[in-house]
């Protein structure tokens, strides 16, 4: 069964973590509001289609996320979020696979009370292409 969304602005990396953990691309995008944002690499925003599909290239690494929210702050109906995450093990090739990062999320409260995430940004403050954000 997968976990209903986050009805906390805290809870909202756990949530996501539990259901990237399934390997369920369908449930891990619940998990994001619609137009939301998703940074893959630094200085590289998407949106959309392209977004779920950036997402679901880490899902399909088949290794688990462990995620350690580290700050919240929040204001009404927003929140960022500052969570330290790794993906780590072997991969489908064989390989070892070792990608952490922290990230700097903003979720927004959804009129049916529950949190998901506005923007995706798992990389945070790594300088991106020339040193760009």
């Known amino acids: 069964m997968t976990r209903q969304l986050?009805?906390?602005?805290?809870?909202?990396?756990?949530?996501?973590?539990?259901?990237?953990?399934?390997?369920?691309?369908?449930?891990?995008?619940?998990?994001?509001?619609?137009?939301?944002?998703?940074?893959?690499?630094?200085?590289?925003?998407?949106?959309?289609?392209?977004?779920?599909?950036?997402?679901?290239?880490?899902?399909?690494?088949?290794?688990?996320?462990?995620?350690?929210?580290?700050?919240?702050?929040s204001t009404g109906d927003i929140a960022l979020l500052i969570v330290d995450w790794v993906i780590d093990g072997t991969g489908r090739d064989g390989r070892s696979v070792h990608i952490e990062g922290t990230a700097t999320d903003v979720a927004r409260r959804g009129q049916d009370g529950r949190w998901r995430y506005a923007i995706d940004n798992p990389f945070g403050v790594k300088p991106g292409i020339g040193g760009r954000q």
């Open 6 to 73: 986050a009805e906390r602005p805290e809870d909202v990396p756990t949530v996501f973590a539990e259901r990237f953990n399934t390997g369920d691309a369908e449930a891990v995008a619940e998990v994001y509001e619609s137009g939301m944002v998703f940074v893959p690499e630094p200085g590289s925003p998407l949106t959309g289609q392209e977004a779920h599909a950036a997402n679901e290239r880490f899902l399909s690494l088949g290794l688990p996320i462990t995620v350690r929210p580290r700050h919240v702050y």
